[in-house]
T-cell receptor
């Protein structure tokens, strides 16, 4: 399967613990995005990378959140000192400049990591 | 005011009906627009990009009105399989993309 993969699919953690999620984008996709989605809402932008460079971060992304994409391939999202309000689905998506125009914005999503903070 | 706002829904329609979804965006500098579909407990999937002149893909028609900062999606001859949440997406500066909250559609036999 050559789609976007995320690991783990589910994570239950206690408040105050650190968690790390991984995303593997579609091969050769140069852009990678992280979103958070809660019930009844659309995905909320967190950050995105172009290759290994993190180009934008949401103001909603507190200093407890950090994302990396060290070699421009897979990415990790770490949440430190988790809070109950962090419980959500964390989605990763990737896109490619190939094709240009609107095609460069078309994102392909992974299945998400569901985080539950108890 | 939210950057991207959609009809709150849900929409309940019979099979064969025509249904329209509306979306407004607040950033006049927004450049690119999309509709995504999200099935229950699944990830969003691209339905269609929205071109400036409007575009059609089978039963689906998307329109953009930059002056009014408004995007629409029309589904004709609704099928049971169209039941899903429809997400309006706007790309602002660079490649940052903002999703609306979505409008849930239920198509009933």
């Amino acid at each position: 399967d050559t789609g976007v993969s995320q690991d783990p699919r589910h994570k239950i953690t206690k408040r105050g613990q650190n968690v790390t999620f991984r995303c593997d984008p579609i091969s050769e996709h140069n852009r990678l995005y992280w979103y958070r989605q809660t019930l009844g809402q659309g995905p909320e932008f967190l950050t995105y990378f172009q290759n290994e460079a993190q180009l934008e971060k949401s103001r909603l992304l507190s200093d407890r959140f950090s994302a990396e994409r060290p070699k421009g391939s897979f990415s990790t999202l770490e949440i430190q000192r988790t809070e109950q309000g962090d419980s959500a689905m964390y989605l990763c998506a990737s896109s490619s400049d190939r094709g240009g125009g609107l095609a460069a914005y078309e994102q392909y999503f992974g299945p998400g990591t569901r985080l539950t903070v108890t | 005011r939210k950057e991207v706002e959609q009809d709150p829904g849900p929409f309940n329609v019979p099979e064969g009906a025509t249904v329209a979804f509306n979306c407004t965006y607040s950033n006049s500098a927004s450049q690119s627009f999309f509709w995504y579909r999200q099935d229950c407990r699944k990830e969003p999937k691209l339905l269609m990009s929205v071109y400036s002149s409007g575009n059609e893909d089978g039963r689906f028609t998307a329109q953009l009105n930059r002056a009014s900062q408004y995007i629409s999606l029309l589904i004709r001859d609704s099928k049971l399989s169209d039941s899903a949440t429809y997400l309006c997406v706007v790309a602002t500066g660079g490649f940052k993309t903002i999703f609306g909250a979505g409008t849930r559609l239920f198509v009933k036999a």
